[in-house]
T-cell receptor
Framework: NAGVTQTPKFRILKIGQSMTLQCTQDMNHNYMYWYRQDPGMGLKLIYYSVGAGITDKGEVPNGYNVSRSTTEDFPLRLELAAPSQTSVYFC???????????FGSGTRLTVV | AQTVTQSQPEMSVQEAETVTLSCTYDTSESDYYLFWYKQPPSRQMILVIRQEAYKQQNATENRFSVNFQKAAKSFSLKISDSQLGDAAMYFCAYRSSPNSGNTPLVFGKGTRLSVIA
């Protein structure tokens, strides 16, 4: 049982480049989330989805886009990368709206 | 919006001793869920314990227990018989009841716990 799989684990981007962070879960979870973790700031919600075809903005959505075409996949797109997007990104999922999350192992992104 | 406050950025404990990590939250809701997550140096987020607000009994998982004070909006984590493997960042998190809509987890800023051999 793979759980939540995030790729890549590490990435360095140049300012202005774009990339997609991949997230896949094999637990048939309806709910999926993207958070970013900055030192001393905890985790802040970027986007989330309650099912295929449905996405909603979180606390810090600017500079990011998501899609949810299938239950399993929830990719996060960064357009025109900026140094402020240097962070660790976590994808997570839950089966219901009151469960805790299952997290992926995170992606460390550096924008230079 | 709900907020979660962890007032101790860093804590330390001697191996085999007990330590308590503090967490307070702000909400006007009566039904919600509270969580503690552990993040070791590997970066993986691991669920430690979960508490439903409607349950008066404090949750317990082996050496981990909580002191849930609903009126005070306090949710502290007690780690007994601390082990070197308990060294990690610990995050407190809040989640509204689904009856309030689809609200994701709100996290505190974390407490870094060091365990001294």
């Amino acid at each position: 049982n793979a759980g939540v799989t995030q790729t890549p684990k590490f990435r360095i981007l140049k300012i202005g480049q774009s990339m997609t962070l991949q997230c896949t879960q094999d637990m048939n979870h309806n709910y999926m989330y993207w958070y970013r973790q900055d030192p001393g700031m905890g985790l802040k919600l970027i986007y989330y989805s309650v099912g295929a075809g449905i996405t909603d903005k979180g606390e810090v959505p600017n500079g990011y886009n998501v899609s949810r075409s299938t239950t399993e996949d929830f990719p996060l797109r960064l357009e025109l990368a900026a140094p402020s997007q240097t962070s660790v990104y976590f994808c997570a999922s839950s089966y219901t709206g009151w469960d805790g999350y299952t997290f992926g192992s995170g992606t460390r992104l550096t924008v230079v | 919006a709900q907020t979660v406050t962890q007032s101790q950025p860093e804590m330390s404990v001697q191996e085999a001793e007990t330590v308590t990590l503090s967490c307070t939250y702000d909400t006007s809701e009566s039904d919600y869920y509270l969580f503690w997550y552990k993040q070791p140096p590997s970066r993986q987020m691991i669920l430690v314990i979960r508490q439903e607000a409607y349950k008066q009994q404090n949750a317990t998982e082996n050496r981990f227990s909580v002191n849930f004070q609903k009126a005070a909006k306090s949710f502290s984590l007690k780690i007994s018989d601390s082990q070197l493997g308990d060294a990690a960042m610990y995050f407190c998190a809040y989640r509204s009841s689904p009856n309030s809509g689809n609200t994701p987890l709100v996290f505190g800023k974390g407490t870094r716990l060091s365990v001294i051999a």
